[in-house]
T-cell receptor
Framework: ETGVTQTPRHLVMGMTNKKSLKCEQHLGHNAMYWYKQSAKKPLELMFVYNFKEQTENNSVPSRFSPECPNSSHLFLHLHTLQPEDSALYLC??????????????????FGNGTRLTVT | QQPVQSPQAVILREGEDAVINCSSSKALYSVHWYRQKHGEAPVFLMI???GGEQKGHEKISASFNEKKQQSSLYLTASQLSYSGTYFCGTELSAGNNRKLIWGLGTSLAVNP
């Protein structure tokens, strides 16, 4: 059972659609992440939010737009996606350990992911 | 910069042991290990910091060889529940950009 919940679990969308992925964490963490997981590729960090502020944008195309209204919720807004964007999108949270700054020494708690298929 | 995991896949019978390696060409600050079962979220196993420490978690333990820039994950007396894909994430010592860089994973299947 995970303290990080992602919805929907599966999403099929056309290239002209607009959709959003939702992530909610019940762990009291202050850092939240979006990762992309594709077959035969390493986990790809997309965005990091720390205390609702975006601290990392890993050169992600603008067709992906994150939103973090509070420390418990994270969204990924999708529009005009390409077929190569089909992947498993994982949300994660962690608790910063050093002076409130995001560190990468704290364990990540992942959600089950949204399996996205772009047609 | 991506760490190399070996082997890519391993099949065990229940009760057998396995070692999964994670090697980097760069100096490492820490190594993180996760396991992901099919259709599920990756689950944190342990973090090892530079200093050559070793950690254990029931019958799963790991070591970090700073000189070799390598971490090894040891699974002893494997159980069916150990099946899944094991990922290492490495944090480089150099620079301020302390992101985790992930390996491609090692698929482990434990059969009865």
């Amino acid at each position: 059972e995970t303290g990080v919940t992602q919805t929907p679990r599966h999403l099929v969308m056309g290239m002209t659609n607009k959709k959003s992925l939702k992530c909610e964490q019940h762990l009291g963490h202050n850092a939240m992440y979006w990762y992309k997981q594709s077959a035969k590729k390493p986990l790809e960090l997309m965005f990091v939010y720390n205390f609702k502020e975006q601290t990392e944008n890993n050169s992600v195309p603008s067709r992906f737009s994150p939103e973090c209204p509070n420390s418990s919720h994270l969204f990924l807004h999708l529009h005009t996606l390409q077929p190569e964007d089909s992947a498993l999108y994982l949300c994660a949270s962690s608790q910063p350990l050093v002076g409130g700054k995001v560190t990468y020494n704290s364990p990540l708690h992942f959600g089950n992911g949204t399996r996205l298929t772009v047609t | 910069q991506q760490p190399v995991q070996s082997p890519q896949a391993v099949i065990l019978r229940e009760g057998e042991d396995a070692v999964i390696n994670c090697s980097s060409s760069k100096a490492l600050y820490s190594v993180h290990w996760y396991r992901q079962k099919h259709g599920e979220a990756p689950v944190f196993l342990m973090i090892l910091l530079k200093g050559g420490e070793q950690k254990g978690h029931e019958k799963i333990s790991a070591s970090f060889n700073e000189k070799k820039q390598q971490s090894s994950l040891y699974l002893t007396a494997s159980q069916l529940s150990y099946s899944g894909t094991y990922f290492c994430g490495t944090e480089l010592s150099a620079g301020n950009n302390r992101k985790l860089i992930w390996g491609l994973g090692t698929s482990l299947a434990v059969n009865p």
